[in-house]
T-cell receptor, first 117, second 113 residues
Framework: GAVVSQHPSWVICKSGTSVKIECRSL??????MFWYRQFPKQSLMLMAT?????????EQGVEKDKFLINHASLTLSTLTVTSAHPEDSSFYIC?????????????FGPGTRLLVL | GESVGLHLPTLSVQEGDNSIINCAYS??????FIWYKQESGKGPQFIID?????DKRQGQRVTVLLNKTVKHLSLQIAATQPGDSAVYFC????????????FGAGTRLAVHP
């Protein structure tokens, strides 16, 4: 149980285009999902917390107008990188919150590798 | 700001040996800690967790130790196998709802035959 999927697994796009990444909880409902970014050989950095039916909460330094997050249902959150530039190239990982043995735990997706040319 | 850090960025061990990966945390309010394993090109995989009301928890071949006095966390892997080669992250959070995780810098574990 507690499987999270992401689509696409990798994407290459031209500079200036927008890219949408989907995060789905497959066998559970997640009121809260998280989006992380990870650069090579670095740790995961939280970008935003996404709550179903409400606006996302962005971490300091993350541009909300550039990284659009939508959490329209209990099983789907999307991250759209608008007007992508080469510096946005990174590994984007989502997680979904689920209660396990009384503790709220985050289950991670497999990640989406974005390369902006 | 507060952060979770690791003492060793890389760790090389021989197959069959025991591995110990360390982590220091600084947020005294954190009461829930998790170790994740991340293989190349994949998302983090949950290994084991521990709440602050415990100082030790064991899983299959893994043990997590928590020392709240010095704010230190460790992951012990028994009889390390080549499949254990990955980057290991500790993470801390405050329990009660889906609060954000603060990740450490990560330790790469390399297991040699």
């Amino acid at each position: 149980g507690a499987v999270v999927s992401q689509h696409p697994s990798w994407v290459i796009c031209k500079s200036g285009t927008s890219v949408k990444i989907e995060c789905r909880s497959l066998d559970f409902q997640a009121t809260t999902m998280f989006w992380y970014r990870q650069f090579p050989k670095q740790s995961l950095m939280l970008m935003a917390t996404s709550n179903e039916g409400s606006k996302a909460t962005y971490e300091q330094g993350v541009e909300k107008d550039k990284f659009l997050i939508n959490h329209a249902s209990l099983t789907l959150s999307t991250l759209t990188v608008t007007s992508a530039h080469p510096e946005d190239s990174s590994f984007y990982i989502c997680s979904a919150g689920a209660a396990s043995k009384g503790i709220e735990t985050q289950y991670f997706g497999p990640g989406t590798r974005l390369l902006v040319l | 700001g507060e952060s979770v850090g690791l003492h060793l960025p890389t760790l090389s061990v021989q197959e069959g040996d025991n591995s110990i990966i360390n982590c220091a945390y600084s947020n005294s309010a954190s009461d829930y800690f998790i170790w994740y394993k991340q293989e190349s090109g994949k998302g983090p995989q949950f290994i084991i967790d521990i709440r602050s009301n415990m100082d030790k928890r064991q899983g299959q071949r893994v043990t997590v130790l928590l020392n709240k006095t010095v704010k230190h966390l460790s992951l012990q892997i028994a009889a390390t196998q080549p499949g254990d080669s990955a980057v290991y992250f500790c993470a801390e959070t405050v329990s009660g709802g889906y609060n954000k995780l603060i990740f450490g810098a990560g330790t790469r574990l390399a297991v040699h035959p």
